[in-house]
């Protein structure tokens, strides 16, 4: 373990100075902290929400400012050594993929990592997960648990999809990224705060009636070249986006991402048999910005590529 007062040139001290007291959430305190901000994922969520895509971190040392918000944070690759002191407490652990760290909002401490560390991030902001904390919790909505090096393989996994790039690159990626921080919010709550999340939240409350899909489905037809965010369909039927992941899934058997994407290629597949319109053509009027991302979601779900699909037809 390295100790804070070595003076090392190849790390930054983190000083309270270098953090104004206006910053709104997590990425814009860390962009201030480190020598480049962490690059952040092409989806800015619900409630200023943001996560990253992988990145690796220097190793460093000295006192971090309290930031707006909670941070969580996973490992990739090798381990590092970290401890964390806060209001006389040291947190010390290794982290390790299948960890997570989780820095409450607005707790501040002295930090000593060993070195780089190949790290995905959340910036989760307070609101976004009090609003999950009234919907489960009756509005009670207490502190994250401060942790460093915690034993989570869940909340990490879930992390991990959150900073694939394959999955966030995907046209559709925005309604998957919006219900994976809503269970990752759940999660936090159920593990990680002082008032757990009831073990019968997020139980299935029966399903859409078949005029809801339809218009939740006509919705997504009408709009198939636009990017489509969970609270939109949701507003569709009056319910809250937690809610209705789980009653479109009852009905359906599908996730409105799943759903939305067999719409696309659905409307894809007619479009590949007009001779005049290129694949490039093909994937802009079905909601994809390259042709390489249209590819591979075509060839998930109908099993082959675009032009070997217009070949066959």
Known sequence: MSNA?????????????????????PFQAMSRLLPAPPPLAPHTLTCGTQVTQRWTRDGRYGYAPGMPGHLIATYHGRAQD??????????QNRLRP????????????????DGPLEVSHVYLTHERLETC????????????????????????????ILSDGEVLRETGARLFVERTVDL?????????????????????????????????????????????????????????????CTAFRVATGRSPHVWLTEQRMARARRLLGE????????????????????????????GTTPTGFRRGL
Request: net charge neutral; glycine share 10%; proline share 2%.
């Open 98 to 113: 299948g960890a997570i760290t989780v820095i409450s909002d607005r707790h501040d401490g002295h930090w000593i990592l």
């Open 133 to 160: 904390a009234e919907l489960y919790v009756k509005g009670r909505c207490e502190e994250l648990f401060d942790r460093v090096g915690f034993e989570d393989p869940v909340a990490a996994h879930l992390l991990a």
């Open 82 to 91: 970290c401890s964390w002191t806060l209001e006389g407490r040291r947190l």
């Open 184 to 244: 990752l919010c759940m999660h936090l709550l159920r593990r990680h705060c002082s008032l757990g999340l009831p073990e019968t939240a997020g139980q299935e409350r029966g399903g859409l009636a078949t005029w809801q899909v339809r218009r939740v489905t006509d919705y997504m037809r009408e709009h198939i070249d636009k990017s489509i965010g969970l609270d939109e369909l949701a507003g569709l039927v009056g319910l809250s986006r937690y809610h209705f």
């Open 275 to 302: 001779r005049d319109l290129s694949v490039s053509e093909v994937a802009l009027a079905v909601g994809y910005a390259t042709p390489s991302a249209f590819a591979a979601s075509f060839r998930k779900i109908v």
């Open 5 to 25: 007062g070595n003076g090392s040139q190849d790390r930054h001290i983190l000083s309270l100075g270098q953090l104004p007291s206006g910053e709104r959430n």
